[in-house]
C-alpha cells in the first residue's frame, strides 16, 4: 500500500489469498474502499509501492506470483486514472524488498529482497540508479520509511535466515548502521511514518513461527510553524501551445515543498512537472522547475480545441519537513486561440500578425484547421478576437 497525498487516498494492489496471487487495485478514502477497475501489473503479491509526490504518481516494483520462476522485475507507475508500465531496465525480479520515497531528492529508493543481493536501487521516474555503496546485508521482508525531519531512509529488520534486528539509515551518499536498541529480530512487520507527530511507527512481525502483536516508535516530535499562503495564485491567459507563469507567496518552517497541481477532470486533479500529463482533450500539461513557488506551466496540443477558448483549473499543494499540508486557491489557466502572438492577452496586435502570417501562406494561419488557408480563416480569426478570452 501507498498514500497519494495528492488525492487523499490509500492505494492498495495485489496480495495473496487462499486462490493464489491477485491483480486488484482498490482505494481507500477513510470512508470506504472502492475497487478500481483498470489494467494494470499482473497478479502478484510481495511487491513495494512509494507514493512520488514530486509527479503524483504511486511507483510499483517487482512481485511474486506463486513460484521462484515468478519472481517479476517490472516497474508500474499509477496515476490514479491508469497504470503505466515503464520499460526500463533496473533491479533484478525480486519479492520481500521495500521502497520508501524520498522528498527532499526526488527520488523512490529500493533495498535487497528475495532473489537479489544486498542491493541498493533508486528510481527518479525516468531511470533506475544502483548506488554502489556498502549498507545492510542482503535480507527481504524488511521495512523502510522515510524520515522527512532528519532527511533519511530508516531501515529495520528483515530476514536472511535468521531474521534481523538491526537499524540502518540511508542518507543518499551512504549507509550508516545505527546503534538504538529496539524491536528483537524479525520480518513481515509493518512500517509508516506519522508526520503529525514526527515518529517511525512499527507494528507485528514474525521470528520463525512467533509472531509479535507489540508495537513500537522512533524518532522525536516534529516541530515546525505550519505553512501559510500569503499570496495565492492569479488567474493567466496564454495562447495555444503557449505557456504562463504561477506563483504564490509563503511563509513557514523551511524547508517547504511545492507541489503544482491541474484539475484533469471533476476533482481529479494531477501534478505536473518536468514530464507531460496527459488531459482529457487530448493534450498535455507540463511545469518547470519543479519544487518552486513560481512555476511556468504550459499546454501542449488540444485536439478539435477549435476557435473556443479553453479554462483549466491550477493549484498548489504546499508542505512541510513534518507533514503539514495546505491547499491554495484555485487559478485558472486560460487558453486564448485568439492571442496569436502568445502575449498572454488580446491585443490590436494580433490582428496584424495574424494577418501577415496568412498574407505569407504560412500554415500557422490555417485558423480553422481545415487544412488550407482561405478568407475563412480571416473572417472566424476576427469572430474570435471580438469574442475575447472569456
Not at 520515497?101 to 525516468?126: I, K, Q
Not at 507485528?204 to 516541530?223: A, M, Q
Not at 500569503?230 to 517547504?256: D, E, K, M, R, Y
Request: aromatic content about 12%; hydrophobic content about 40%; charged content about 15%.
Amino acid at each position: 500500500m501507498a498514500y497519494d497525498a495528492a488525492r487523499d487516498v490509500t492505494v492498495l494492489f495485489g496480495g495473496h489469498d487462499a486462490t493464489g496471487a491477485l491483480g486488484e487495485t482498490w482505494e481507500w478514502n477513510g470512508t470506504v474502499w472502492a475497487q478500481r477497475l483498470v489494467t494494470g501489473p499482473s497478479p502478484r503479491a510481495l511487491t513495494a509501492m512509494a507514493y512520488d509526490s514530486a509527479r503524483g504518481v504511486t511507483v510499483l516494483f517487482g512481485g511474486y506470483a506463486g513460484a521462484n520462476s515468478d519472481l517479476n522485475g517490472e516497474t508500474w507507475e499509477w496515476n490514479g486514472i491508469v497504470w503505466t508500465q515503464r520499460t526500463v531496465s533496473g533491479p533484478t525480479p525480486r519479492a520481500g524488498h521495500a521502497v520508501d520515497y524520498d522528498t527532499a531528492r526526488g527520488v523512490t529508493v529500493l533495498f535487497s529482497g528475495d532473489g537479489a543481493a544486498a542491493d541498493t536501487w533508486e528510481w527518479n521516474g525516468t531511470a533506475w540508479t544502483q548506488r554502489p555503496v556498502v549498507g545492510p546485508s542482503q535480507r527481504g521482508y524488511h521495512a523502510m520509511v522515510y524520515d522527512t525531519v532528519r532527511g533519511v531512509t530508516i531501515l529495520f529488520g528483515g530476514n536472511s535466515d535468521p531474521p534481523h534486528d538491526d537499524t540502518w539509515e540511508w542518507n543518499g551518499t551512504a549507509w550508516s548502521q545505527q546503534t538504538t536498541s529496539g524491536p528483537s529480530a524479525r520480518y513481515g512487520h509493518a512500517m509508516t511514518y506519522d508526520v503529525a507527530r514526527g515518529v517511525i511507527v512499527l507494528a507485528g512481525g514474525v521470528f520463525t513461527n512467533v509472531f509479535f502483536s507489540d508495537t513500537w516508535e522512533l524518532g522525536v516530535p516534529c516541530i515546525a510553524t505550519a505553512p501559510v499562503i500569503t499570496a495565492q495564485p492569479v488567474a493567466h491567459v496564454a495562447c495555444p501551445n503557449g505557456s504562463a507563469s504561477f506563483t504564490i507567496a509563503a511563509a513557514g518552517s523551511a524547508p517547504l515543498i511545492y507541489h503544482w497541481q491541474i484539475e484533469t477532470g471533476a476533482n481529479q486533479w494531477q501534478t505536473i512537472g518536468s514530464e507531460a500529463v496527459a488531459l482529457p482533450c487530448g493534450g498535455a500539461a507540463y511545469a518547470t522547475p519543479l519544487n518552486s513557488p513560481t512555476v511556468r506551466i504550459g499546454i501542449r496540443s488540444c485536439l478539435g480545441m477549435g476557435n473556443v477558448p479553453q479554462h483549466w483549473q491550477v493549484r498548489c499543494i504546499l508542505s512541510d519537513r513534518c507533514g503539514s499540508i495546505v491547499t491554495s486557491n484555485e487559478a485558472t489557466y486560460t487558453i486564448c486561440p485568439a492571442d496569436f502572438n502568445c502575449s498572454n492577452g488580446l491585443e490590436v496586435q494580433d490582428i496584424f500578425d495574424f494577418l501577415n502570417t496568412w498574407l505569407a501562406g504560412n500554415p500557422r494561419a490555417d485558423f480553422n484547421g481545415v487544412h488550407g488557408i482561405s478568407v475563412t480563416d480571416i473572417f472566424e480569426f476576427l469572430d474570435a478576437w471580438l469574442a475575447g478570452c472569456s
